[in-house]
Every structure is written in C-alpha cells, then in structure tokens.
C-alpha cells in the first residue's frame, strides 16, 4: 500500500490504476480507524479493483470548543489496519496541502437539511464536510464512494450534493458496525471513561426501545421519541436531540412508515455521541 500526501501523488496513482482498467473506490475518512472504517474498505474492496483511503482530521467540520486538536490522531496505526483490510493508497495530507490558501474561497453549502439534527448544535458542521468530500472527489474522481450509515445526515446531504451538482460517482452506505454491547464504533468512544463506557449503551438501547414499539404497530412519532427519551434519561446521558425523519428529506415525521429512521445525539461526561435506526429493520439501506 502507498502512503502519500499530496493530491499530485494521488492523482498518479489514480492515473495508473485506471490505466489498468481499474475501477476506483474512495472510503472518506479522519483517521483513527475502527473496524467500523474497515468494513468500509472491505466493501469498497468488493466493488473495486483499488480502493483509497483519505486520512484527514478537516478542521473546517469542528466549530469553537470542538475537539479539533484533541482528535486521536495515528498515522502509522492507520496505514497498518488499511493495508490490512485491502487498501492500495492512503492519502494524509496536512491542512495546507488541502486549503493552500488557508480558508477556501469557494466552499459547498447545503441549502436545505444541513440545520435540522446535528446542524443545530452544529453550524457550519455541513459545510466543511461537504466542501472537503467533494474537494476528495475532484482529487481522486472516484467511481464509488463507501461511507457509514451512523453518519446518516451526512450520508444524505453528501447525496444530496452528488445529484445535485452531477457529479459521477456512485455512494454506497454501509451498515452501521458495533460493539458487541451495541454501542456504535465511533472514533471518539475512546474518550470515555469505563462508567461512561457503560452508560453509552444506553442510545442504542433506546433506539432498540423505539424499534421494538414500531414493530408492535405504534406509528406516532412522538409516542416513540418519547420512549427513546426515557431510556436515554435513565442512563443518566445529555440528550441533545431524539428525532423521527424521512431518511431521504431529513424532515420531522409526525406518522412514522416503514423507512423512517430515528436519530439521537447525546452526551456522556463531555462525549458527544450520535446513532441512529431505520424503521423496522434495524440497519436498512438509506435511499440515497
């Protein structure tokens, strides 16, 4: 596997690859890898002759008082788990490699979905993530692009970008990978604490909660966010929102159907943590 840094390497390589008549993969990352990440290689892998993996803590995502210079950071640990899981490249630039000159002058902005979720606590979140994801389109020109599904608003605002702007690359979301507690692997998991490691539990529990309602034929939005509230409140977690949308417009559902996904963020000790289900299977496909 090839450990570059600068967008002229990757396009060599992109160049080669293709040359071979290879198609190409891209699984978008921040580092720090899980085997959530690494599924994500994995499935790019099945569709793809090479498959790249972005490596980059993007500052223009983290507003003030985020963890932005606390984010766990690894190098030489990432480029070993993505060898291993079948990566041809991994990209890691550092910030001016991908902002030469400091903050972008044209940047992607949502104009619809992008303040529901986590747009409220996060204003702005959107915007840097869909200006960097479609800066890694430009620089790797992907076929297929692989993400998670516990990202689920950034999965759908992504595609809402990719359609909107007609860009040719196909988007695969992939089912959310967890602990086997049931805790979604996150990145930042590792800034809990063992009690707090035990209270997290409680959002996919709750979310377990609202399926379990659901699939006994309640179909009243807020009788279930009600539900998965409580849960979350007996653990003793920071609910910051319990929602009940449309997967594929991000509004607020009143009557849920079969498709609709249920949506928390809450925070343990100082953790933030989101998670998500879609109604009733659970990890459903998200129609992007």
Not at 49 to 70: A, C, I, T, Y
Not at 95 to 103: F, K, L, S, V
Request: proline letters at 6%; a neutral charge; charged letters at 25%.
């Amino acid at each position: 596997m090839q450990i570059v840094h600068t967008k002229a390497e990757v396009r060599a390589a992109v160049a080669a690859a293709r040359a071979r008549g290879a198609r190409i993969a891209l699984v978008p990352t921040m580092g720090y890898l899980h085997e959530g990440h690494l599924s994500l290689v994995r499935r790019a892998r099945e569709q793809a002759g090479w498959v790249g993996v972005s490596l980059f803590v993007n500052p223009l995502q983290f507003g003030p008082g985020e963890d932005l210079e606390r984010y766990p950071r690894d190098l030489a640990r990432d480029a070993e788990l993505a060898a291993g899981a079948g990566a041809d490249l991994l990209f890691a630039p550092g910030a001016a490699e991908m902002y030469p000159d400091g903050a972008p002058r044209v940047a992607v902005v949502p104009e619809q979905g992008a303040e529901a979720l986590c747009g409220r606590a996060r204003p702005g979140h959107f915007r840097g993530v869909l200006t960097v994801v479609a800066k890694l389109f430009g620089i790797f020109s992907p076929d297929v692009a692989v993400f998670g599904q516990k990202d689920f608003q950034q999965a759908a605002l992504i595609g809402r970008m990719v359609r909107g702007l007609d860009l040719p690359v196909a988007l695969d979301v992939a089912p959310t990978v967890r602990e086997p507690d049931g805790l979604a692997m996150s990145s930042r998991n590792r800034y809990l604490t063992p009690e707090q490691r035990v209270q997290a539990r409680a959002l996919s529990q709750a979310l377990a909660r609202g399926r379990a309602l659901f699939a006994a034929g309640e179909t009243d939005a807020e009788a279930v966010r009600s539900a998965v509230r409580t849960r979350l409140a007996e653990a003793g977690v920071e609910v910051e929102y319990v929602e009940l949308v449309d997967a594929a417009t991000l509004e607020p559902l009143r009557r849920l159907v079969p498709g609709a996904v249920c949506a928390v963020a809450a925070r343990v000790g100082t953790t933030r943590l989101i998670d998500n289900t879609v109604f009733p299977a659970g990890e459903g496909a998200l129609p992007l």
